[in-house]
């Protein structure tokens, strides 16, 4: 269940974000999603691809510092209330979430999927589940 | 092994006679010989016949590098051309080099000199010596080699350059001794790492390290890095080039060739001399140099003297291992930093060994410094809060060490220049 996200050090100068996806495309690897977080002399960019290994390698054959983290995906009903409903199951068995991050995998279907980066990957997934939550395999997650 | 027990082991008493013989001689060569240190001496009102002996060298004048600067390029030479076999000179970045001459006694000198640090290093005949010196007018790569062959070492003058074709000498023909600089060690080690060579294939076991000031943790760095052993040994080109001095197993600073050499600490600012184990600037006279000698000449390096005999049975003074000069100290703010103050906490924070560059600005009327080290996959965790803690925790501790506040910039790996000799480690962009 547990989706295997690239961490991505990046410098704030022009050209480096452009860079990373240069180098992706090339190798004919597509971005499931992306967040970039920032501050005044450096980004974090992170990024689910349809091959987290390769894209790892090539990445740091390309002098990237890049790191792989295990997030969970959950699909929440694209309603009013729909995340606010997980986070307060997270929350009742104390799972903290360091950042998360929402993109809309397919809309005919009116979920969004949100990936969450918690400190216990295993104990998010169980309590998610038990709690009747959708947690996407991974592989789907790579395929979207 | 001890080289040369005679000089190596002397009596302090009568090593003190012998440079004290020298030195009456060496005072009266230059006056007669030197047209720049009669005139000096005139001034200073000093005659030869002052100097009676080692108690009398504080009577005699410095000689600064401006001195040797302007006398370029072959003024201060005390034998005729014909007896200078050797030149040399120092790179000159601030302008004209400084140009050194050696007679062929002077050669066999320099060779005797880097025998006994080579071997107080542990280096022996059945070492196998890869020199990564320039070959040139650096004395860095001669100097070396002549001596490592007295020896009697197999060297591989491998000179600079080609990182990964050095690499690939050291593996095919079994290495054992690398002689670099302390920057390019670390560089190859990252490159061999890189390239997913096992370091354990590699013979190497000694490092002779020189040519720049390097800290105690970047020596732990280089030792756990390669598997080595990491010695220093100093040396300038206007006293002889490397040979100066160098460190015994001991590690309890680098012994100094004292039969060739008086050191002394002065007081960088006023120039008057200090004590054993008082940190200063070091001067060295020449005691036996016949085409270059040099009186009491300012080396702007750091360090302190210590005359205790050594475990290893030498009984020559010993220097602390050099970490700063009196030039590549930066004032900020009034504050003397010296960059070897922050690679030792740069490598306290990380754990590794640091790419590293200070920048130093001056917005307004205050003086900035920004530390951009390069970040390294160890260092990721792909959390912010990690990335900012480090931040905070290297900005904490130069707080610490330097009492001013530096800012800190991670930057992305290979953004900092590599140096294959010695390493630039200042950018200083004030305007003043």
Sequence with gaps: MKVNQLSVFLENKSGRLARVTKVLGENNINIRALSIADTTDFGILRIIVSQPKEAYNILRSEGFVVTETDVIAVCIPDKPGGLGQVLEVLEKQSVNIEYLYAFVGNTSTKNALVVFRVEDCDKAVEVLKSNGIQVVDEEKVYQL | ?432
């Excluded at chain 2, 002052?50 to 410095?62: A, M, N, Q, R, Y």
């Excluded at chain 2, 200070?358 to 003086?367: E, S």
Aim: aromatic share 8%.
């Design chain 2, 1 to 432: 092994m001890i080289w040369d027990k005679k000089y190596e082991c002397m009596d302090r008493e009568q090593l003190r006679g012998l440079q004290s013989e020298r030195l009456v001689k060496v005072v009266q060569r230059v006056y007669d010989q030197v047209p720049f240190y009669r005139q000096l001496f005139e001034q200073e009102g000093i005659e030869p016949t002052d100097i009676k002996g080692v108690e009398d060298i504080s009577k005699l004048p410095f000689t600064t590098k401006d001195a040797l600067r302007d006398n370029y390029p072959f003024g201060l030479f005390a034998e005729p051309m014909n007896k200078i076999v050797r030149l040399h000179a120092s790179s000159g970045t601030t302008g004209k080099p400084i140009v050194v001459g050696y007679t062929q006694k002077d050669l066999n000198t320099w060779a005797e000199l880097i025998a006994r640090i080579v071997s107080q290093a542990g280096v022996t005949e059945e070492d196998v010596v890869q020199i990564c010196f320039g070959y040139g007018l650096f004395t860095g790569g001669f100097g070396l080699h002549y001596g490592l062959e007295k020896v009697g070492t197999t060297i591989i003058p491998a000179s600079v350059g080609n990182t990964r074709r050095q690499i690939m000498l050291m593996e095919d023909f079994g290495t054992t001794v690398l002689v670099s600089t302390p920057s390019y060690a670390l560089y190859m080690a990252e490159v061999i790492q890189e390239s997913g060579i096992d370091l354990d294939r590699l013979k190497m076991r000694i490092g002779l390290f020189g040519a720049e000031p390097w800290s105690e943790s970047m020596r732990e760095q280089i030792q756990a890095k390669w598997g080595i052993t990491a010695t220093d040994n100093y040396g300038l080109s206007e006293i002889i080039g490397p040979g100066v001095s160098g460190e015994c197993l001991e590690f309890k600073g680098l012994h100094i060739s004292e039969d060739h050499f008086i050191p002394e600490i002065i007081d960088p600012v006023t120039g008057e001399s200090l004590g054993f184990g008082q940190e200063g600037e070091l001067v060295f006279t020449t005691l036996t140099k016949e085409g270059f000698p040099v009186i009491r000449y300012r080396t702007k390096d750091i360090s302190i003297l210590w005359d205790d005999v050594c475990a290893c049975g030498r009984t020559t003074a010993r220097m602390k291992k050099v970490t700063g000069r009196t030039d590549d100290m930066m004032i900020i703010r009034g504050v003397n930093v010296f960059p070897s103050q922050i690679e030792s906490v740069l490598m306290e924070v990380k754990g590794l060994a640091p790419i590293y560059q200070i920048i130093v600005d001056r917005k307004g009327h205050l003086d900035n410094i920004e530390v951009q080290v390069e970040m390294e996959k160890e260092m990721f965790t792909g959390s912010f809060r990690d990335l900012e803690a480090m931040e905070n925790k290297i900005r904490g501790k130069l707080n610490t060490v330097l009492s001013i506040d530096v800012r800190v910039k991670l930057v992305e790996p290979k953004t900092i220049q590599r140096s294959e000799g010695k390493a630039k480690r200042v950018i200083d962009k004030r305007q003043i």
